[in-house]
């Protein structure tokens, strides 16, 4: 018998997901020759509207994931730096104005778009960067503003919100010259609801222990959740998954060897350093099992109608994880340990993103004295390595699970 | 002109200046950004107070904001956990950035005074629908300060706070063009002072005074040494050296795209509409800052305008580190303004910006070069 516990076998799922990716950004990257029109849209961003219309979604965002994930963040982000844009910009904003002039990155640039649709919802960068793309490829803009609901969604934000929804529908009609078919919106809708909470079953099943994937493997699920939100093709996938995920509970497979530890991950991912942070806590016998981020494309169901998407679609994008109080967001992260049964939770301190970060050290101080487990937050950038020094992470890695083996052991 | 000193004064002993307020009887709300509606807050029968960073180091916002958030946001929780600011009775929000988005959580989750108010103002003040929206929330605004004061805003209190700080921004206005038409006349500290000190300072004595200071400047002589026109861009300019760099090179800053400047002050509020109409209207119609959205090239309009009017031979912009909204449109303004044939410079401060000797040289370069 070998001291080391075999590796986990492969989620076969993962193949299949990449194939789906492949066929849409192919998908994308030929709209101008099949005749259909391109939308940029941001991450949490209302797409259902834009599936129903036929038009293609693309989503900068995911394409800087890629960029990072492709260790190809530090040279466009240094070329955005070259046009003039700060290093202390979103590097997801510095690589994506980058790459549409040098049409770089691992595909090569994305389509151009032929509208753009920004949803505040996440950051005020996002406004500043579409107002950048929409100079650059001089293509119309809408802005779906939705105010920080910083202690609950007021009548106010609510009335203005919906009008909104109005707003976004006349636009897309009048920049594609066609108008939408309440049926299919519906249909969209459904699909979308019906998307969002398998992916929250998906993401369910890491309670379980051990945990038959990790948060590691849900950054990569992501995608689709997120590109092709509101078609069938993701409702079908994520169901393959979800049976793929309880098979590997019935057979007992966890994806960390031996898994001890369950953590809590807290920000986007590091893409550059998946694999190495992953390597990093399976060493010691802990698995991210769960984060706050994949949640997002599905934490604000409670608020979504699947019979009556259109008017519960306004509640449901404006109260998404970011744009809420800090307070909220620290009684999601309580929940999450609750439910997941952690054993420390890992902050990432992401120079790229103001509005995920600042209050960080808020949630850090409530989930100690709510819980008890020790917090450990590390300081790097989601997609420019330049921020990231690989040893002093492993130290206070290793100086942060031996506190978390510490208590672990006591309780 | 002692008139002036006074509004240095203002700034420089908050804590007295804040005493004195207080001996009226009048509540201070403090506020960290432009947007805040400060004539409701006195309407309220509350005196409004714009919230600066005061320099001190960063100990206790450390606990709370990392280090790459800007000084101002950091300097002003500082000052607040540090106890600086314990004359507050309140604080109001409104939405601007993301990182003033978050200081407003923590700065109400580790609350030490009586009121707070979030203004969840619209990013993107273009649409019919979003000049609702900004109405509705003034209406909140005041219905939260009514329930929280125990008292009732009229439209007639309403309308008389609107025509006090008309006339502030009438006196600077009319203060600051003779300032641009003829540099030298007054410093360029000194007028950074009584845009700040009327900030801080009681509004009626602001009023009073700027009144004198306008009226004094009409019998000035004229200097007639000839200068060169600076207009300054970016978001908070609160350093006075900056002013005196400027001069030392043979420069003076004769316009500018700040909201601690004209962003703040030009323009009126209509006193011929609901007063509430008339505020929302102007709040979305002022000169913007880069965190809300009027159009794809209103800053580049509005900046290329400002040179031209004020005949300026260059733009300095004043960039905040870390300040996103700002650093994002820089790239695109140089480019206007390089496509005009104007000339710019974009200078970045760091909370050691207090210190002359690390811009100065770079000032007196650009200066030259003009």
Sequence with gaps: MSDTPSPPPKIMAAKKMRDLMTTYYLEALSAAQNHRQVAWITSGGPVEP??????????????????????????????AEDMGYSGDLCAYARSDIACAVVKGGPIGGLP????????????????????????????????FDTPVCHTGYTPEIAA????????????????????????RMNAVGKLSYEGQRLWQQVLNTTAHKPSPMSAFDA?????????????????????????????????????????????????????????????????????????TYTSAWC???????????????????????LNIGVDEMAEEVLKMIRFYDIHGLVMHSNRSCKPYSFGQMDIMRIVREKTGIPVLMIEADMVDPRSFSESQIETRIDAFMEIVKHKAGRS | ?????????????????????????????????????????????CHPMRLFSSGHGIVQAENHLQSYCCSVVRGILEDSLAGRLDFLDGTMFPHTCDSMQRLSDIWRMNGAYEFFADLALPAKLN?????????????????????????????????????????????????HDFYSRHPGQIRGSDMNALVKGAMIMDRDEAAALLADVAASLRHMPVPDTPVTRVVLSGSVCDIPDLFDAVEAAGGAVVGDDLCTGQRWFDGQVA????????LANRYRERVICPSKHAGLTTRADHLISLVNKTRAHGVLFVMLKFCDPHAFDYPYLKECLDAKGIRSMALEMDEGYRNQGQFSTRIETFIHML
């Design chain 1, 160 to 183: 203005y919100v919906k009008t909104q929804v109005n707003e976004y529908i006349a636009f897309l009609e009048q920049v594609s010259g066609k108008k939408m078919d309440p049926a």
């Design chain 1, 50 to 79: 834009l599936v129903a219309m036929d038009i293609i979604p693309v989503y900068p965002e995911n394409h800087g994931a890629m960029i990072g994930s492709a260790k190809m963040g530090e040279d466009l982000c240094a070329k």
């Design chain 1, 219 to 291: 950054f990569f699920f992501l995608a689709l959740i997120v590109t092709l939100r509101g078609t069938q093709i993701a409702v079908d996938f994520y169901k393959e998954l979800i049976a793929e995920l309880e098979q590997r509970i019935k057979d007992g497979i966890g994806v960390v060897p031996d898994e001890t530890y369950r953590l809590l991950w807290d920000n986007l991912p590091v893409w550059h350093r998946l694999k190495w942070l992953s390597d990093r806590f399976s060493a010691h016998q802990a698995c991210l099992v769960a984060d």
């Design chain 1, 299 to 321: 934490g604000a169901l409670k608020y979504m109608d699947e019979n009556n998407f259109l008017d519960s679609m306004a509640e449901a994008y404006t109260r998404i994880y």
């Design chain 2, 1 to 45: 002109m002692k008139e002036i000193k006074r509004f240095h004064e203002a700034a420089s002993q908050l804590a007295d200046t804040a005493a004195r307020i207080r001996r009226t009887g009048r509540k201070i709300i403090g506020y960290p950004c432009s947007y805040a509606p400060e004539e409701l807050i006195h309407a309220a029968g």
């Design chain 1, 112 to 143: 151009k778009p032929d509208m753009l649709i920004c949803c505040n919802n996440i950051c005020g960068t996002v406004l500043k960067w579409y107002e950048i793309q929409a100079r650059y490829f001089q293509v119309p803009l809408f802005i």
């Design chain 2, 127 to 175: 649409t019919p629908n979003s000049a609702v929206y900004m109405e509705s929330v003034l209406a909140r605004c005041k219905a939260d300060l009514e329930t929280a004061l125990k008292i009732s805003i009229t439209d007639a209190d309403l309308a008389a706070s609107i025509a006090l700080f008309n006339r502030i921004r009438t006196h600077l206005s009319t203060i």
């Design chain 2, 271 to 278: 006193e011929d509409q609901p007063p509430l109409t008339a």
